[in-house]
């Protein structure tokens, strides 16, 4: 019975420090917040809708080029250059929107999104 109440209470202290461990502030992160001004890190392929994002990441998978193409004469993908620089418009797990500086709104991996200073 001792030994299920230590391991309880060791237990619920890491969950303590875990928890308070984990809320750092998001300012000192690389990961840009909605509205913030960001810069690729990578060269890739955006997309115009989320649909065409999952149509993207099918074609880079399957090493695709002429699907890919395919996706590019039809406007619902656009190679984006690493440096490009634009504004976050929508932040998510696998995917980000961001609005480039030539006006184009495209959904981008978000491990190539990084702030801009």
């Excluded at 997309?47 to 099918?58: C, G, L, T």
């Excluded at 998978?61 to 250059?81: E, I, R």
Aim: charged letters at 20%; aromatic letters at 8%.
């Amino acid at each position: 019975m001792k030994k299920l109440k230590y391991l309880l209470s060791l237990l619920t202290f890491l969950v303590f420090v875990l928890a308070a461990g984990g809320s750092d502030d998001s300012s000192s992160s690389n990961t840009p917040q909605v509205g913030e001004m960001c810069k690729m890190t990578h060269s890739c392929f955006g997309a115009v809708s989320e649909d065409a994002y999952d149509e993207v990441i099918k074609c880079c998978n399957a090493k695709d080029d002429v699907g890919m193409a395919q996706l590019v004469s039809l406007g619902l993908a656009a190679p984006v250059n690493e440096g490009e620089q634009g504004k976050v418009l929508e932040l998510g797990f696998l995917k980000t929107q961001v609005r480039f500086d030539n006006g184009v709104a495209l959904y981008v991996p978000t491990d190539y999104v990084q702030k801009w200073e």
